[in-house]
Structures are given as structure tokens and as C-alpha cells.
């Protein structure tokens, strides 16, 4: 994460007959970029664990924009468990023929300690990494034939990773000590861990797929993200973060520009490459 990014510069464009999906977008970064894309006409999937608030982001986005053309449907995703990640994707290529842009940004920070995902995988590691990544192999099907009719380099997967990937040990991915039974650490070094970890996938998915996976870090706005954080830090968070709005414009640019090709994917932060 970082405090410091400048205004987005990014103007959305009209969007009709593309299709995306955007995890964890019932709140936060992937709410306010679902915002965006339905502005545009765009048919947005809203992949979340929970009906419930993915209902009510849906009827609040539609409100926001009557006129719209697009269309937000809801697509059950738990991260927390890999057999639902694959019928997520089942589910999605049942009633799809063509993805345009995934965007992997659902994650979490700071569980509570000894949290494990449903095959026993440390939370962090699970969800914003294993699970991630299993989604966009399992849709990468229907990305590979989408790209054989669409714009070069427009078919893309984002991965929403963090400046805190950078601060991760290095090996940032222990395999001796995967699950921390070895040895213990922080939840906050867990958690940088589990972003370098996206960093390392998605430099992986771009070599084997010629440049789709684009990994992104949107900055520090106030989320929902936060919610596990010590109050000293949510309070740094809620005076200096930006609004969520300011990081959808990251993934914007990351899933839709034409700056962004297969020769030059990276790390993109709220202005620039690293």
C-alpha cells in the first residue's frame, strides 16, 4: 500500500458488448470500478461470497446510473474454497461466450490468527493468492477464444496486488513453510507475503499467456479492507486514504488501456509503471 498518488488522469470510454468480471465488488476499489463499467454500458459480473451485499451493490449502481445500457449480474465466488472457485468459473462460461477483462481484486488483510481456507491453506496465502490465480486458469478458456476476435492486447486478467508485496521477504513464497507449521510470522508479513505472491503469478500468467496478467497496486483508500486493522491504523488510513474512486482508476487503466500491451506489463501504481 502507499499514502501518497497523485489524481487519476483516466477517462472511462462507452464500453457496450464487453464483458468483465470484478471480484470482491459488493464494497471498496472493485465496487467503485463496477460503478465506472456500468456507466459505460458494459455487462459487469459482481463475483462475490456474498449475495446478500452484492444485491445491494447491484441495485445501489443502478441507481447511481438509470440510463445505462449495461447489465450487472451476480456470480457467486468463495475464494475460500478452490472446488467454488471452479464452479464460479463453470457457472460464468455456462451463460458467457466471451471475457474481456478479469479483474482479481476481492482479497483480505489481517484475519484472525490461525484463519485457514477450506483446504487448510493459510487465509491470506488462500484468498488473495491460490484463489486468485485458480480462477483465472480456470477461466482462461474462454479468454483464449475471446482474444482471437477482440482488439489486440484487450483481453486481459488484473491482478490487485499491494506496495506491500515489495516489503515481503525474500523467497516472498517459503514453499518449506507454506503453511507457517514450520515457523510463525506476523499477519501483516503473511499478508505482504500473499501480495508478492499475486506479483509473481501474474508476471507468470503474462509469460505463459503473451502479456494478459497485469498486476496492479491502487494505493490506500478507505475500504472495508481495513476492517482488522489496530485502531491506531485505521485512523491513519481514514486521514490521509483517498476515496475508492481514485483506485478503481488504477484497475481502469490497468484492465482497458492501450498503453498497457503484451510487451509491457508490470506493476502499475496510480500514475505510473514500475
Known amino acids: 500500500m502507499s499514502i501518497c498518488h497523485p489524481a487519476p488522469t483516466l477517462t472511462e470510454k462507452n464500453l457496450p458488448s464487453q464483458v468483465f468480471i470484478v471480484t470482491g465488488s459488493s464494497s471498496g476499489f472493485g465496487k467503485e470500478l463496477a460503478k465506472i463499467l456500468y456507466q459505460r454500458d458494459a455487462k459487469v459480473y459482481v463475483a462475490t461470497r456474498s449475495e446478500t451485499k452484492a444485491l445491494a451493490a447491484i441495485d445501489e ?54 484463519s485457514t481456507t477450506a483446504q487448510g491453506y493459510e487465509l491470506q496465502l488462500g484468498v488473495n493468492t491460490i484463489a486468485s490465480f485458480a480462477f483465472s486458469l480456470h477461466l482462461r478458456p474462454i ?46 508479513m503473511k499478508y505482504r507475503r500473499s501480495k508478492a505472491g499475486m506479483v509473481m503469478l501474474a508476471a507468470e500468467y503474462a509469460r505463459r499467456t503473451a502479456g494478459e496478467g497485469i498486476s496492479l497496486e491502487p494505493g490506500v483508500a478507505k475500504t472495508d479492507l481495513q476492517r482488522n486493522m489496530p485502531v491506531s491504523q485505521r485512523l491513519l488510513v481514514s486521514t490521509f486514504g483517498f476515496e475508492p474512486k481514485k483506485g478503481a482508476y488504477t484497475q481502469l487503466f490497468a484492465g482497458l488501456s492501450p498503453e498497457v500491451t503484451a510487451n509491457s506489463y508490470g506493476l502499475w501504481g496510480a500514475s505510473q509503471r514500475s
Do not use: C
Open 61 to 114: 449502481i443502478r441507481t447511481l446510473s438509470p440510463n445505462s445500457k449495461g447489465e450487472l449480474v451476480y456470480l457467486h465466488l468463495d475464494l475460500n474454497d478452490l472446488a467454488a472457485v471452479k464452479r464460479s468459473a463453470q457457472e460464468f462460461m455456462s451463460k458467457e461466450s466471451r471475457l474481456d477483462v478479469l479483474w482479481n481484486n476481492a482479497g483480505v488483510m489481517l484475519p484472525a490468527e490461525g
Open 143 to 188: 479468454m483464449a477464444a475471446t482474444a482471437k476476435t477482440a482488439p489486440k492486447n484487450s483481453v486481459r486478467v488484473a491482478w490487485v496486488a499491494s506496495i506491500a508485496a515489495k516489503e515481503a521477504p525474500k523467497p516472498p513464497i517459503d514453499f518449506s513453510n507454506l503453511n507457517y507449521e514450520r515457523k510463525d510470522e506476523s499477519q501483516w
